[in-house]
């Protein structure tokens, strides 16, 4: 099943920051963050692992709440660069369903000058 | 450089042709996926393989298989197009490393018509 992302869209001046949430039904054992621009393959930002810490890339950053089956993506002092869609991927404890991952439907964020 | 290429950036086919996406990657990866992508749905899995000759079904299979006879190619099959088949494709290879940490990297995608 799908996690749920939320919010749909969301815009932003540069500065600002904004949190994309991302929740699942079932245990997760991991999750995926990735960002697309329109017209290009979404690009892999991190991984969070059960169990793990927090990460970080540039000023982005996520977590992961395995009581409430929930990853945040936290978009901090945001840039022009940081628009596109978000796509949060979800995947549960197993042999080959470790590496298949469930995608919510996304969150675009436009950030403007 | 992960490199994920598809044989075609956009295609044209009509109802009941028999349609071949191709997907190759040079970074020796085990797993390599086909998602459909549609607005408002995000990525949906259709087909998945872990290793050469093998294969799972993903969340919409119906339609759909598969065909992995080297490691490096992955393809996907639409024996008989239908215009619900029109969507964005997109191929995605990982590798398998200890602890899950397999990021999945993907091709520029295959823009499919079906009329």
């Known amino acids: 099943q799908q996690p749920v992302q939320s919010p749909q869209a969301v815009i932003l001046r540069e500065g600002e920051d904004a949190v994309i949430n991302c929740s699942s039904s079932?245990?997760?054992?991991?999750v995926h963050w990735y960002r697309q621009k329109h017209g290009e393959a979404p690009v892999f930002l991190m991984i969070?692992?059960?169990?793990?810490e927090q990460k970080g890339h540039e000023k982005i950053s996520a977590s992961f709440n395995e009581k409430k089956q929930q990853s945040s993506l936290y978009l901090t002092a945001s840039q022009l660069s940081y628009s596109g869609t978000y796509f949060c991927?979800?995947?549960?404890?197993?042999?080959?369903?470790?590496?298949?991952?469930?995608f919510g439907a996304g969150t675009t964020v436009t950030v403007r000058a | 450089d992960v490199k994920v290429t598809q044989s075609s950036r956009y295609l044209v086919k009509r109802t009941g042709e028999k349609v071949f996406l191709e997907c190759v990657q040079d970074?020796?990866?085990?797993?390599m996926f086909w998602y459909r992508q549609d607005p408002g749905l995000g990525l949906r899995l259709i087909y998945f393989?872990?290793?050469?000759?093998?294969?799972e079904k993903g969340d919409i299979p119906e339609g759909y298989s598969v065909s992995r006879e080297k490691k490096e190619r992955f393809s996907l099959i639409l024996e008989s197009a239908s215009t619900n088949q029109t969507s964005m494709y997109l191929c995605?290879?990982?590798?398998?490393?200890?602890?899950?940490?397999?990021?999945?990297?993907f091709g520029p995608g295959t823009r499919l018509t079906v009329l």
């Open positions: 995605a290879s990982s590798p398998i490393r200890q602890g899950g940490l397999n990021e999945q990297f």
């Open positions: 079932k245990a997760l054992y991991s």
């Open positions: 969070l692992l059960k169990g793990g």
């Open positions: 991927g979800t995947g549960g404890a197993g042999s080959s369903n470790d590496y298949k991952l469930s």
């Open positions: 970074m020796d990866h085990e797993n």
């Open positions: 393989s872990y290793d050469v000759k093998m294969k």
